[in-house]
């Protein structure tokens, strides 16, 4: 079985995901690498409205209606989860609890700058947990499409939306590639199979660091 | 003694209320939001509110029921996103919308009911979310200064209370309730079981009495408290 290039992409930051973090997965694509997360590795799973310890998504007529993630989605609780408020629930995030969150992006800049809240005139939902999380959590990873509908690249030199968190992201999942942000710049990490390091830089905004050696293809 | 009683109708509870208020309701998406208190507040008309919730709920539903009838000029919240109504109103200037960041919103509420004027935190420098704030400087580090958040009221959606006001929460229906119950000047709760007093264990209390203004107990609950269809 082949899998799509999101599959790969999902299935790539899920192999981030280690045991004994505790992990908050941004609504969107973030919460889809759980699809690709051995069921039972131990993983503490954060959401913002009060839970440690996310258990799986249930159809609805199984559905707790006072039981949702952040997202909305109906979930259960695992043996060992915790309910709290708003209020812990970012003491949590604020303190550094957070081994690890996926963010989406609208904009993901060479810096580790994310724009991912507000298009100003256009949509502007609000930032919900985003900024907390993207600032606070120790290590922060940006799942996206390498290139939004139209084409254009979606990692840039610089976001020109009102950011989330400035320098805040460490690395970054696409469809085509693995780039990881350092003091020296935005390096190419890894490669998606059967996609061209030409096409990766042509799709990039940013100024890419490739390594001589052979890239890891995921 | 025994503890005073708080129990009221819900038209009483709400009736106080005015033009120009500003509410807190609980709350994150469907899971405590304070439906038929929200219910009886379009019942009555109050406008020219202040709404402080951490989202719009969705289209036809709490929040929105507000928006739709106008009675809403202000609204804090952190996300609006799935509320396309709330976003267009903000977007045709009907709203005047004021956003925080999660934490920080529920952090603002907190120390108002802490008693506390304000915190200092790094969050959002460097967003258009410092803008406008104060800066200081704490151990050489960059900071701004966020304001405690009062309301005139909240509006609470608790799984259980006692007569005194004493309330229990459930699962991620608790969320931003205990905190709003804390920083309001008057606190009205509505309870989906009403518990004789002594009914619940005092361990087991999540926001106790002496917050708690008035409390509302419901009928069967409407079908908006239930799960969503999507």
Not at chain 1, 134 to 148: L, M, S
Not at chain 2, 147 to 166: E, V
Request: with cysteine; net charge negative.
């Amino acid at each position: 079985m082949s899998l799509s290039a999101k599959d790969r992409m999902l299935r790539r930051a899920a192999a981030d995901i280690k045991a004994g973090m505790t992990v908050n997965l941004g609504i969107g694509l973030p919460t889809q690498v759980l699809r690709h997360v051995p069921e039972d590795l131990p993983v503490c799973l954060h959401s913002e409205n009060g839970i440690a310890g996310v258990g799986p998504v249930l159809a609805n007529d199984e559905a707790d209606r006072n039981l949702i993630d952040a997202g909305g989605a109906y979930v259960s609780p695992v043996p060992g989860t915790s309910y709290f408020d708003s209020a812990l629930s970012f003491a949590i995030v604020r303190s550094g609890r957070l081994d690890l969150t996926l963010l989406g992006a609208f904009e993901v800049a060479g810096n580790g700058d994310l724009a991912n809240w507000m298009i100003p005139g256009r949509f502007t939902p609000g930032a919900g947990g985003a900024i907390e999380l993207a600032q606070k959590a120790r290590r922060v990873g940006v799942i996206t499409t390498h290139t939004d509908k139209r084409g254009n690249p979606k990692i840039l030199s610089n976001c020109t939306l009102p950011l989330t968190a400035r320098t805040c992201v460490d690395r970054i999942y696409t469809d085509m590639a693995v780039c990881d942000v350092t003091p020296e710049g935005l390096r190419l990490s890894e490669i998606a199979e059967g996609v061209a390091l030409d096409d990766v830089i042509a799709a990039t905004g940013a100024k890419l660091i490739v390594p001589d050696q052979p890239l890891p293809t995921f | 003694m025994p503890m005073p009683d708080k129990s009221r109708s819900i038209e009483e509870a709400i009736s106080q209320i005015q033009d120009g208020s500003s509410i807190m309701l609980g709350g994150f998406g469907v899971p405590g939001t304070p439906f038929c208190l929200i219910r009886e507040l379009v019942r009555q008309g109050q406008s020219g509110l202040t709404i402080i919730k951490n989202d719009a709920n969705e289209t036809g539903m709490g929040v929105d029921w507000l928006l739709e009838n106008g009675q809403v000029a202000k609204l804090i919240t952190s996300h609006i996103g799935l509320n396309s109504n709330a976003v267009a109103m903000m977007n045709a200037g009907e709203i005047e919308v004021e956003f925080a960041p999660q934490g920080i919103l529920a952090e603002r509420i907190r120390v108002a009911g802490a008693g506390v004027m304000g915190f200092v935190t790094d969050i959002g420098i460097g967003t258009p979310m410092a803008e406008g704030k104060q800066q200081v400087m704490i151990d050489g580090k960059e900071g701004i200064v966020e304001t405690a958040l009062r309301a005139d009221f909240a509006l609470l959606h608790a799984d259980r209370s006692d007569p005194f006001g004493n309330l229990c929460f459930t699962a991620t229906a608790r969320n931003f309730n205990p905190l709003m119950g804390m920083a309001a000047s008057r606190t009205i709760a509505e309870a989906e079981a009403m518990v004789p007093l002594g009914g619940i264990t005092p361990d087991d209390v999540n926001l106790p009495g002496p917050f708690v203004d008035d409390v509302v107990a419901l009928p069967e609950l409407m079908e908006v408290y239930g799960v969503v269809e999507r």
